[in-house]
């Protein structure tokens, strides 16, 4: 009991920790686990005791006399951390939304086959001749170091300003690039399971269609039936979450009985499925799914790291290993990277970032174990090799980016001095022509909301669309909106936008935050808080009811500073239009204040940016959306 509650106790911890410092959870976990295990045993317990010891029937010498203990008899530790990457490959499934990777998808498909395949014969060589290793052993090495994983990259990278194309391939590669790996790692482990010699090839390659056809059908079967028990409301909402934790573990069973090894396949199929699909508590299943894999993560990584002995580490204890790390991290991962991006838009600099930062996380380490595990029950020379080479990999490479990433963003020239995308909270639809502007004019916008119909409104418009609130933790943990340095509130609600402002002010809005102005602010007539922006007459009844009856923005030229301000007037005495921003003859854009703060200086060539009806008879808009019959 101790043993248990301390494992959940110090997971939690590590986490907190993780958190804190801002570094992958992983990395704390796994060195507590290294201190309750081997290291324990080896300098801090008598009797070569550890402090928690995962697997039963352990004979542990104590005062000359020895005893059994341990958590897990038999199976029962390779059977947990099975289910467990099974529930934290679903969450990771479930995140996987086709209509995100837009035009990087050519990238991303070449980073998860082609570089995964030069990472996979790249490690599998330098393991066999660094280490003498078998080819079986060495490509089970190198299957087992393809993954990276979004729970190490999201740390790392939350906290570096980056363009968006480049946190968009990192955050893609680490979620698809998992069960491709463990899919690799299984076929090499069946090659090595199946043996023999005429018959070795034709049965592992028998062995793995069968993990890929039954693994694929059962995920994509129960995913749809999952969906539509859902949506017929089927399932009563209290229900939902343990429900469908159940459907996962019964799909990760069934597979398994019918093919072994298709568990961890059929588990990521079905959260691809089900991630989009149109499953209408979407979201309540992500939350619960999310903090489930974080308890599971707490424990697993302790238990996995404690597992571990001494004389494993020391087997590490060489120039090998230094040899090993450096050409898989500094030759390997750029090979794969540069091959992969051979041809895109990516530019030198992007890819040398994106070389370094491949951080080996928790699938990695957690297969490593398992099949390590098995290999060594059943006697294979060399097996013992397997999961210390892993962890050193994971815990090298969590090390290196956690602490450089940042500053070598700076020295190639991927760190964004100045973040110039937007982030508007409201999807209506004059946020949706204001985003669309912006977008057309080189800003990248994204638009958050808890309508569904708005979001479907703006993505059917090609514009970034979130459907989430400002309450929820699911922004600040975004690594894609790392550009983002301006923060516009345009809800109808003043609390809304007031809480959006002073929660994200300093993540989001540090180029800049704004919000709309209240009625009860407008009749004031006294406007001295500087968030406000666009005008001193409007407010959101009116933008929308503007954008109404005439959604279309125009842009007119202007002369000076006094055509400027005669243009104001005209809008400050119509309430059919409203001003937006200013564009400058480089085509950059500054936003209009509501309160008393004078544009910088205004040029010929300069030109008004506002929404409504036009001003002049030969104003042409430049944007004009057609009003959908949906409401708004």
Do not use: C
């Not at 004019?441 to 994204?446: E, I, P, Q």
């Amino acid at each position: 009991m101790l043993e248990l509650a301390g494992i959940i106790i110090l997971g939690i911890l590590a986490q907190w920790v993780a958190w804190k410092l801002k570094i992958p959870a992983i990395l704390p976990l796994i060195l507590i686990g290294l201190l309750v295990g081997p290291i324990a045993a080896e300098y801090l317990s008598e009797g070569g005791v550890k402090w928690i010891e995962p697997v039963w029937n352990v004979g542990i010498a104590r005062d000359g006399e020895t005893v059994k203990r341990g958590l897990f008899p038999g199976d029962g530790l390779y059977n947990f951390v099975s289910l467990a990457i099974a529930i934290i490959l679903f969450e990771g499934g479930l995140t996987l939304k086709r209509s995100e990777i837009k035009s990087l998808g050519p990238v991303i498909t070449k980073l998860i086959t082609l570089g995964s395949a030069i990472t996979f014969f790249g490690g599998g060589l330098l393991a066999h001749f660094i280490f003498d290793l078998s080819w079986e052993l060495s490509f089970l090495f190198s299957a087992l170091i393809i993954v990276t994983g979004p729970t190490v990259i999201t740390p790392i990278l939350r906290n570096i300003p980056l363009k968006k194309d480049i946190s968009t391939v990192l955050k893609w590669e680490g979620i698809l690039i998992d069960p491709i790996g463990a899919l690799v790692a299984v076929l090499v482990f069946e090659f090595i399971s199946v043996g023999g010699d005429s018959g070795y090839t034709k049965t592992a390659l028998i062995e793995f269609g069968k993990i890929v056809l039954f693994g694929t059908t059962f995920g994509f079967t129960f995913a749809h039936a999952l969906a539509f028990a859902v949506n017929k409301k089927l399932i009563p909402h209290y229900l939902l979450n343990v429900v469908s934790l159940s459907t996962v573990l019964l799909v990760f069973v069934e597979s398994e009985v019918f093919a072994h090894e298709s568990g961890l396949l059929a588990v990521v199929v079905m959260g691809m499925v089900l991630g989009n699909s149109k499953l209408s508590n979407i979201k309540e299943l992500l939350y619960f799914k999310e903090s489930l894999s974080v308890l599971l993560i707490s424990i697993l990584f302790i238990l996995l790291a404690a597992n571990i002995d001494m004389k494993d580490m020391e087997l590490l204890y060489t120039w090998k290993t230094a040899l090993l790390f450096a050409l898989v991290v500094f030759l390997v991962r750029p090979i794969a990277v540069f091959a992969s991006t051979f041809g895109s838009k990516l530019r030198i600099r992007e890819k040398v970032f994106i070389s370094w930062v491949g951080p080996r996380g928790i699938v990695a380490a957690g297969i490593a174990s398992l099949f390590g595990s098995k290999l060594l029950s059943r006697g294979v020379e060399g097996a013992e090799y397997i999961t210390p080479l892993v962890f050193m990999i994971v815990l090298g490479t969590v090390l290196l980016n956690a602490t450089t990433a940042r500053l070598f963003a700076k020295i190639v020239g991927v760190f964004l001095k100045r973040s110039e995308g937007i982030l508007i909270v409201g999807a209506s639809q004059f946020s949706r022509l204001i985003g669309e502007y912006l977008e057309n004019n080189g800003r990248h916008v994204v638009l958050i909301d808890t309508n569904q119909t708005n979001i479907q409104l703006a993505q059917e418009r090609r514009l970034e669309a979130i459907n989430t609130d400002i309450y929820s933790e699911e922004l600040s943990n975004n690594i894609e909106l790392n550009d983002v340095g301006f923060l516009m509130a345009l809800t109808g609600s003043k609390d809304i936008n007031n809480y959006a402002i002073n929660r994200f002010q300093d993540q989001f809005g540090e180029s800049g935050y704004y919000r709309l102005l209240m009625a009860d602010e407008l009749e004031k007539g006294e406007i001295e808080n500087e968030e406000g922006l666009f005008s001193l007459t409007d407010g959101f009844n009116s933008f929308s009811e503007v954008a109404r009856k005439y959604p279309r923005i125009y842009e007119v030229g202007i002369k000076n500073d006094q055509h400027f301000e005669d243009l104001i007037e005209i809008t400050n005495n119509d309430d059919e239009i409203i001003p937006l921003l200013v564009k400058d003859k480089k085509g950059f854009l500054e936003i209009i204040p509501a309160f008393n703060k004078p544009i910088n200086t205004i040029d010929e060539g300069f030109k008004l940016v506002y929404m409504g009806k036009a001003m002049g008879k030969r104003d042409i808009p430049v944007l004009e959306i057609k009003v959908s019959k949906a409401i708004d």
